[in-house]
């Protein structure tokens, strides 16, 4: 297997753990720091070196030139391109410009998209892995995040033998 092969496995790996998850009323940044958790957990269950707020390629724009931004999480592997990992709810430019920054830095970028709406595919060699939320605001209007495990399940059972019509019974008339 290649190193693509290698990384599309672990991917659909995370995709895996992810779609799992459930959870009910949570704020964007409780969904958030949730995701976050699952994927330093899984990076660890790899046994890589899992960083969270990694420095990342890209400097931060003025005034603060002189530093550098930060990807969500990274994970150094052994052997292999380190793993960098950004978790959004919003489609921003930033983060691809950031994920394709790190991409050519020799990193293998993971865009964790989370939300309520459609995901727009990342260029490539940005890889996707999304997690679909229900949304709603409560009374006191602040946006609440759900998300519960939808599973597939066989239609019921029908009974195989001829139903035939037969003489109801009155209700009325003593038996």
Request: aromatic content about 6%; proline content about 10%.
């Amino acid at each position: 297997m290649t190193n693509h092969d290698d990384d599309a496995v672990l991917v659909a790996s995370l995709s895996d753990r992810l779609t799992g998850l459930t959870f009910t009323d949570r704020t964007t940044e409780q969904v958030t720091a949730l995701l976050v958790d699952t994927i330093v957990d899984w990076g660890r269950e790899h046994r890589w070196r899992v960083y969270r707020r990694a420095a990342s390629v890209v400097p931060l724009p003025p005034p603060m030139s002189g530093q550098h931004s930060v990807v969500d999480v990274a994970c150094a592997r052994p052997g292999a391109p380190p793993m960098v990992f950004e978790v959004d709810h919003t489609d921003r430019r930033r983060t691809v410009d950031k994920l394709l920054a790190e991409a050519t830095a020799g990193r293998t970028p993971i865009w964790v998209r989370w939300g309520s709406r459609g995901f727009a595919t990342p260029p490539e060699p940005i890889r996707m892995v999304t997690v679909a939320v229900t949304a709603r605001t409560d009374d006191q209007g602040v946006r609440r995040h759900s998300r519960r495990v939808v599973r597939d399940l066989p239609p019921p059972r029908h009974q195989a033998e001829a139903i035939t019509p037969a003489t109801p019974d009155s209700l009325f008339e003593p038996g």
